[in-house]
């Protein structure tokens, strides 16, 4: 084989791109996101709100729709799972923290324009992971409804809030629901936290965006765990006042979250 040959086989082979590094962080590192988090929002309002009014305008068409169709008691599982979706609502969010951080101005057309560019990319993968789950709540749900409680209808909502708090197999239901949800929920975190950003930011695949967000929540559990609480216990209480909360809340959170993804995870070289 001649240099000529040899120089042209080594071009073909694809360069090796070795993993994103995962950086250990701290509750303060926690505390400075959120903060950060707080100062994107108030340096582009109109866009947060706006994100966060679709989210919440959203959630009420869900609950709408389960109501219209005589299925009002999947009111408050319907809601927990669309709260689910909340690390892919949040990706225009993203966009506006990485336009904030390197100084690109922040239009409508500039958010859109990147959240279009990602149809058919890895995001999209993402996206399908996420509504995956979804799907899986929503089944354990109707699954562990038939286990403690067969196959009966409620006409009200109220009545199914009888039945759950006022009945032994209610309050079984009740509890293992909320176990089997917490567990879907902590696997969804585990998995969102630091992916959906990393794609955002850098060319990489949906499976190593995924490896690096467990491994971030790995190698600092209790400050991430602390930080899944935090966001669990804001949506909750965002979604009592017919989701109006999530207005402020979710774009808040969102613009959070990209902070503690780059503390998380090193800059690429």
């Not at 949040?90 to 904030?100: D, F, H, K, Q």
């Not at 562990?144 to 009200?156: E, I, K, V």
Request: contains cysteine.
């Amino acid at each position: 084989m001649d240099n000529h040959e040899a120089s042209a086989t080594i071009a073909d082979k694809p360069s090796y791109r070795p993993d994103p590094v995962v950086n250990k962080i701290t509750k303060d590192d926690v505390v400075d996101a959120l903060a950060a988090g707080l100062r994107d929002f108030k340096a582009a309002p109109v866009y947060g709100l706006s994100i966060g009014a679709f989210f919440a305008v959203g959630g009420l068409l869900v609950i709408s729709s389960a109501a219209a169709l005589g299925m009002s008691y999947l009111s408050y599982p319907l809601a927990a799972g669309f709260v689910l979706i909340g690390p892919f609502a949040a990706v225009g969010l993203y966009e506006i923290s990485r336009r904030l951080e390197t100084g690109d101005p922040v239009t409508w057309s500039g958010i859109f324009g990147t959240m279009w560019a990602q149809k058919g990319k890895e995001l999209s993968w993402m996206a399908f992971v996420v509504l995956f789950i979804q799907i899986m709540w929503m089944y354990q749900v109707r699954l562990l409804l038939a286990l403690f409680l067969g196959f009966q209808s409620f006409a009200s909502f109220s009545e199914f809030i009888n039945t759950i708090v006022g009945t032994p197999e209610g309050l079984m239901f009740l509890a293992v629901g909320h176990v089997v949800g917490a567990i879907l929920s902590l696997i969804l975190f585990s998995i969102t936290v630091v992916s959906f950003p990393l794609l955002m930011e850098r060319d990489r695949d949906f499976i190593t965006a995924m490896i690096t967000s467990v491994k971030a929540v790995a190698t600092s559990p209790i400050p991430m765990i602390g930080w899944a609480l935090v966001v669990t216990i804001t949506l909750v209480v965002s979604i009592i006042p017919g989701f109006i909360g999530l207005v402020v809340t979710l774009p808040i959170l969102g613009h959070a979250t990209w902070h503690l993804y780059k503390k998380c995870v090193a800059p690429e070289t």
